[in-house]
């Protein structure tokens, strides 16, 4: 990259990604928002979804380079999960979509519920609003992505989300071409939506494998009909709709959700399901939105030159590697 493209990349940063006060930073365009409805009394708990995920998703798992850098402060600990790319009982940089199961008790015998869990793809979502990279963004229909060019792997997605959702791979990334022991810590991951296949016409992969009709996708408002609906006739329990101020993701289940929480295993990687309040609503979480936003995208602008000259320079020296 030279000079000129280097200042015309600021330029486009500059002008593009400063989005409305308290607003996602999205892109631009006329799509319709989607959400997608997840019956829970259809799910068996096969996992073909999360087989579906991680095939569809393969191209897009981090290949990490080794040695990891050293980090300071001493205390940031590599997180590396490419030893561990079967595991499925929770989510990681290598599965973006875990089954819960919750064991309740209803007239005298047990009930299993699973629940099918990734990101909620909210309607104001944190992670993106408060990415101080710009890194994290909401597509036009919904769709909320980590762009994985651009992510240090400094896990301010992760600690602003309600649920924990993106995991963090060491190793791999933007950092390591820049300040490898300082900045960031590798990239972040989560569930994209399978934007390709949507750009494509198609469904999300999990969606498509599903034996039992699980999830059912269309616009947000004749979704949310939907899922009123489906709570209405069969004396079920709406999620999604209401938490952090909205999602795209409305589970209904034929138990409570409150009892569901209490019935499935948590912690990292795998969520929780109790009310939330609207991050974005906070005050703090609004003012960072609103002054950071500009930065990001200038920061943005910044990282995106940054890797072509480190690409240059390495295509240069070491012959390049990717
Ligand atoms: S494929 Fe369908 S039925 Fe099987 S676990 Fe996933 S959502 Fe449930
Ligand atoms: S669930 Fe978490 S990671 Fe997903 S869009 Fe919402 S805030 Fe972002
Ligand atoms: S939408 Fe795509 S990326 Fe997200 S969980 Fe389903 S298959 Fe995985």
């Known amino acids: 990259m030279n000079r000129r493209s280097f200042l015309k990349t600021l330029a486009l940063a500059g002008t593009l990604a400063v989005p409305g006060a308290g607003a996602a930073r999205a892109e631009t365009g006329g799509r319709v928002e989607l959400a997608t409805l997840l019956d829970l009394s259809r799910c068996v708990g096969c996992g073909e979804c999360v ?54 008790e209803r007239d005298g015998r047990e009930l299993e519920v699973h ?19 710009g890194a994290a963004y909401k597509r036009a229909d919904g769709a909320v992505r980590i762009n994985d060019a651009i992510c240090l792997g400094g896990a301010k997605c992760r600690d602003v989300c309600p649920w924990g959702i993106p995991q963090r791979q060491t190793g791999v990334g933007l950092y390591l071409d820049l300040l490898p022991a300082l900045a960031g810590n590798g990239v972040m991951y989560k569930c994209d939506r399978c934007h390709q296949r949507l750009d494509a016409g198609q469904q999300p ?8 009709q699980v999830q059912a ?46 019935a499935v295993a948590q912690g990292p990687g795998r969520p929780h399901l109790r009310p939330v309040a609207d991050v974005m609503a906070r005050d703090e979480a609004f003012t960072a939105a609103v002054f950071g936003a500009p930065l990001a995208g200038l920061a943005a602008g910044l990282l995106t030159a940054a890797r072509g000259l480190a690409r240059s320079g390495r295509g240069a020296g070491e012959g390049g590697h990717d």
């Open 217 to 262: 996708s269309g616009p947000r408002e004749e979704m949310a009909a939907r899922a009123r609906k489906l709570a209405a006739e069969t004396g079920g329990h709406l999620y999604g709709l209401e938490e952090n101020g909205g999602t795209n993701t409305f589970y209904v289940s034929p138990v409570p959700f409150e009892e569901l929480d209490r």
């Open 115 to 133: 629940i099918p869990r990734r990101c909620m793809h909210c309607v104001n979502p944190p992670c993106a609003n408060l990415c101080p990279w």
């Open 205 to 212: 992969a999990c969606s498509e494998a599903c034996p039992m």
């Open 51 to 104: 087989a579906a995920c991680r095939d569809a998703n393969a191209a897009k798992f981090p290949e990490p380079e080794r040695p990891f850098p050293k980090m300071y402060p001493a205390r940031v600990r590599a997180e590396d999960w490419s030893a561990r790319r079967d595991e499925d009982g929770r989510l990681t940089p290598y599965n973006w979509l875990t089954i819960q199961t919750a064991v309740v």
